[in-house]
């Protein structure tokens, strides 16, 4: 795991879209990302539309793939994830939309549904890199505390931590889904690449767990220590729980030549 500790939101926002322009440029083909709603990764989605727009990166031929999908909305909502990852992720990265896939959390069938999401993101080569939040109880996707570390996409309940930071996007408390449809664990981890971004110190708790935590499905993001692949990159309020900041500083400071991604 290469933790990488940046000044501010926009640091982040530049290293992580450096990491995940490297892993697209690498892949031999056009990129096949895993992208998360949000507000994490808010500032990676812009440095990639800056890339893109001074003909550095070209995404044009690129599929996504959405993390997970709220149950219990009706299609078009607002705040669905189809919607919220068209606003974020494919007109500013001007992805083709037949290209961008969420999981169908509006199906009459959400098991079926569920299934033909594994067989997509299955059709199209799985994915090159997995674009990672995580949210204050350590979940990923949404994939909550207890969560099996082999999942597959799949329904899941929402717990109430996670209900009441949603909230926000909501007029009241009632109004949050108590289910959703979400990538599992499993999923995830067969993403090639993992790109982990957290900023702001109600996250510390949770990187704490994801970086130097035992890995245990009480944290559910820990389960990428077992990953070969991932890039977490926090800003100093995240990273401030975790034991070997100065170490991971170091590390990234003196990278060689040949391990830089930027
Ligand atoms: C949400 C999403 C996650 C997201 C996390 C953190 O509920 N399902 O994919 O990473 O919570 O959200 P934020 O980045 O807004 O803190």
């Known amino acids: 795991m290469e933790v990488v500790i940046c000044r501010d939101d926009q640091e982040v926002g530049s290293v992580a879209a450096a990491r995940v322009a490297q892993v697209c440029r690498d892949a031999g083909r056009p990129a096949v990302l895993g992208v998360a709603t949000g507000a994490s990764p808010l500032s990676c989605y812009a440095a990639l539309a800056r890339r893109i727009a001074a003909g550095e990166l070209d995404l044009s031929e690129a599929s996504a793939f959405a993390l997970d999908e709220y149950v219990g909305l009706p299609r078009g909502h607002e705040e669905s994830y189809e919607q919220v990852i068209r606003r974020t992720v494919t007109e500013p990265l001007g992805l083709d939309p037949a290209r961008v896939h969420t999981p169908d959390g509006f199906a009459d069938d959400v098991e079926a549904a569920a299934a033909g999401y594994e067989r997509a993101i299955a059709g199209a ?92 499905a009480m944290c559910p993001g820990s389960v990428l220590q077992l990953h070969r692949t991932v890039t977490v990159v926090i800003d100093e309020a995240a990273a401030s729980g975790l034991a070997l ?4 500083r170091e590390t990234y400071a003196h990278k060689t030549a040949w391990q830089a991604f930027e």
């Open 245 to 248: 900041r100065e170490y991971y």
């Open 125 to 216: 080569g799985g994915m090159d890199v997995q674009i990672l939040g995580v949210g204050a109880n350590g979940h990923v996707g949404f994939n909550e505390p207890s969560s099996s570390l082999a999942s597959r996409t799949r329904i899941k309940s929402l717990d109430d931590r996670t209900r009441r930071d949603n909230a926000r996007f909501f007029a009241s408390l009632d109004e949050v889904p108590r289910h959703c449809l979400t990538q599992g664990l499993g999923t995830i981890m067969d993403a090639r690449a993992v790109v982990l971004i957290a900023q702001g110190a109600a996250k510390a708790d949770a990187v704490r767990g994801v970086v130097e935590g035992p890995v245990t």
